[in-house]
């Protein structure tokens, strides 16, 4: 039995049970390992973004980390966007880094950088020292990984440790559970809802379950209070007869607006709202100083113990207004008629990784109408975390169908992760939108006051020319693809997609 | 004028042309602010790989930085294994990152993260206090970026800092130049290389140059010293009557075999030779203890210089003994006859961006007998430079016809080059190496001991399930694309490639 051993067997014993994989030189031990450990599947990824994007969303669906394996610095920073993604998420992930052999650091060797530097920006970090501990530095990794409410762990590991004999597993660690919320705080946040305009802001994985809403729901109907979600969730439940938690706008003027109404803010699992970016004149804060905020959860608290002790006290019946089922639109494919379309087409218990940028924020509109799913965000802001995050939910839910809904721009950073989901015939449907611009980036440039973009401007935004032809790039990785141009087009292609085990892609061609 | 227009400014002063170019909103702008630089090019990536790897190509071939601008930290670490070849290589490159607007930072908004953390490990880093002192910054990062040997700087623009009123441009600053190399290092050096089994082993540009190498044979034919290069070159001018430095083996076993009749080692421009990666049993560096080193030129000394001086004192005749040129070999496409094939239909005055790995070593066999060319190697080892890198060189030199001689795996990390290649016309052949696998890693895997990999590592090596169809991957990024299956084939293909402007793809699906 050598390090890698114990660090695979010790990560089977705490429950970790896939490595998203893109190995090199320095992780062959580790490689060997995995076939000594028939519990743990390996699926490889061919870019390291795809690897971290699909530990998220295995964790964001299972609350349980994904491992993956990756090779020194330069392919840890490969992955690096995406676990800014998981770190803001707060999804549990456990990255195996393969470096140099201990006594070959001190050369210098090309590959050879500091990888703690790389890693201390998106989590914990621990470079081992010796194959004797590697057992015990793997178990800490996982534990850290899950000290609520979650983070993403980062495991150096020397080549020579991997390698070198060593005596055997490590028992799981005790990641630190979710902090019971006490009756005081919780009859302070009763006592601040009961008052005209107060607003109850829901966060995280636990806040927004099923439970987590119809708590929050009754709460709304026992105390008059609004109910509201961040505006990028990790997960989020919602659909069919569910209560509904609006998410806060993007924009910080609308979501000021929306907040307007707010006299008392509670935060259940969620931060104090502050805008995605500064602008010029906007307030970093979403809320007004004579808007005072009460914390019933903090993140790593237990927001959901909260919100039902909460409703025991002051809730009234659960019974959601049943809502208008979303219809399919017709005639041209603007981002409104896909967003109906996919929402009423939507099959029972899919997972939607939300990453359709300002074509996902029309979309949410209709979220509530479709049928009950799963939402999956973009917490972290780092594009190009749809397709990895639907293959790790795919990896995650076998039994259940995940549609990546995805802008094109932000699509083509991670595109390889289409092979993944050819090679592990996963039942995800990928919806491009593909209005081949950077269109979000061609709205903050009206916001930024340039009114008229010169060509240098009008470039940086432009994916027209030449256009991206996403139904070849399906194809050159395995995956079948259609282009359709209109509403009834869509509809049809997404119904046949559905229908077909495995993946496919639908170009859908935005007009206007 | 904003801080954004001056740093734009002061950059056009420093000479620097060109900016590679992924931008979010935090850059917004610095983009309005490209529009009003008419002598600053902007070239868009779909990725920020390409663009950091084409800054690195960029700044390989002309000496001089290329910009990047990227987007934040997440954005910021998609372009860092890129970056940290260009740091390998030594080569000039400045980044330009967004960053949150300075008043916004204490949000922790979800974009937010340490860039500077990020950047550390590449080179030099700085985050700019404010428009005022941006131009300053901006020149100091550009003289920073150009110190020798060169170096990548990396200065983090707050958002503001772009938007607010300054004053103007700064003055260039003054890069710290080549050091001088003294006449007693000089002597010394003549002494060591008139014993017998002396090597003169040369690295980085100058050294490398046709100056370089032509000084170093004429040292060699007045001292019988031999002369090597690094294992990869940043740039390496050969080919046609270009005297020849064989470059150390990959594998360290091939390379002490190399070193072995080495008495005395002098280095000019070169590090003390390591091996790329440590293994059980095998030292770190590549020479014994008993086998003396004397600098020459360390890398940020006038290595040039050194040589030349040296050549005029002990050196005799440079003329080259003629080799036979390359001829096409015809048959099932392996590696040798790809590589052969390669080197004599290598058109006069080509830059090879080499980066096919398995396949390119055995090139560089044939390469001394091709045209005159110029070599771009793999300096880091961060897979995924080899396209990027392309699309640099072609956009420093567009007289110049570019090779990407490319391993498939490698490609698809930062497969999205192609599109840039597209989109400015590059004149660019790629040849994709199609073995359909990892295989340097089943050699690894063989030599870690792993004689029989079980199934995972086979499937973690392995490309073939599905197949990647790399002429679809083209088109879908817009470049005209054939896939060859024999040497005849991929003879015609080329030789049709290099006859049509803009760039082309061959796909040559190599057997055995």
């Not at 100083?289 to 909460?310: I, K, N, R, S, W």
Request: proline content about 7%; hydrophobic content about 45%; glycine content about 10%.
């Amino acid at each position: 039995m050598n390090g890698a051993d114990t660090l695979i067997e010790t990560a089977v014993r705490a429950g970790v049970e896939v490595c998203f994989a893109n190995p090199g030189t320095t992780e062959m031990h580790l490689v060997a390992a995995l076939d000594r450990a028939p519990r743990m599947r390996a699926v490889l990824g061919l870019f390291e973004g795809v690897c971290t994007g699909a530990a998220d969303g295995y964790g964001r669906m299972t609350g349980r980390p994904a491992a993956t394996l990756l090779h020194l610095g330069p392919g840890f920073a490969n992955g690096i966007a995406n676990l800014h993604n998981a770190r803001r998420a707060r999804t549990p992930v456990v990255n195996w880094v393969g470096d140099q052999a201990s006594w070959h650091r001190a050369a210098d060797a090309p590959l050879t950088s500091d990888i703690e530097s790389l890693a201390q920006p998106v989590g914990w970090v621990r470079t081992n020292a010796g194959a004797a501990t590697l057992a015990r530095d793997g178990a800490d990794a996982i534990a850290a990984a899950q000290d609520a409410p979650g983070r993403v762990a980062t495991l150096v590991v020397p080549a020579d440790a991997a390698w070198d004999d060593a005596a055997g597993a490590a028992t799981p660690g005790v990641p630190k559970p979710p902090a019971a919320v006490g009756e005081t705080t919780i009859a302070e946040a009763a006592d601040v809802l009961g008052r005209a305009g107060a607003v109850l802001l829901l966060g995280g994985v636990a806040a927004l379950s099923e439970a987590g809403v119809r708590a929050a729901h009754r709460i709304a109907s026992g105390t008059g209070c609004r109910v509201l979600s961040e505006t990028f969730s990790s997960r989020l439940e919602l659909g069919a007869d569910l209560p509904v938690a609006p998410p806060l706008p993007y924009f910080p003027e609308q979501a000021i607006d929306a907040l307007d109404y707010a006299t008392h803010v509670v935060l259940a699992g969620a931060r104090d709202p502050v805008a995605f970016f500064g602008y010029a004149g906007q307030p970093s804060r979403l809320l007004r100083d004579d808007q005072p905020v009460a914390t019933l959860a903090a993140p790593a608290d237990d927001a959901l113990g909260a919100l039902e002790a909460l409703a025991a006290q002051v809730g009234t019946d659960g019974r959601v207004v049943p809502r208008p089922e979303a219809a399919p639109a017709t005639g041209p494919l603007t981002v409104g008629c896909l967003g109906q379309t996919l929402a009423a087409l939507l099959p029972d218990g899919a997972i939607v990784v939300n990453e359709a940028a300002t074509t996902g924020l029309a979309f949410n509109a209709f979220a509530p109408g479709a049928a009950r799913h799963t939402s999956l965000g973009l917490t972290g802001g780092a594009i190009g975390q749809g397709l990895p995050c639907a293959v790790g939910a795919a990896i995650a839910c076998p039994d259940r169908p995940v549609t990546a809904f995805q802008a094109d721009g932000s699509g083509l950073y991670t595109v390889q992760a289409l092979w993944t989901m050819a090679r592990e015939s996963l039942d995800v449907t990928v919806v491009v939108c593909a209005n081949r611009a950077y269109r979000i980036l061609q709205a903050e440039l009206a916001r930024a006051g340039i009114a008229e973009p010169g060509p240098k401007a009008r470039a940086l935004t432009d994916l027209a020319h030449p256009i991206v032809d996403w139904v070849a790039l399906a194809k050159g990785f395995g995956v079948p693809g259609v282009s359709v141009h209109d509403t009834e087009g869509f509809a049809a292609a997404y119904r046949r997609a559905l229908a077909e085990p495995g993946p496919q892609l639908i170009e859908a061609v935005l007009q206007g």
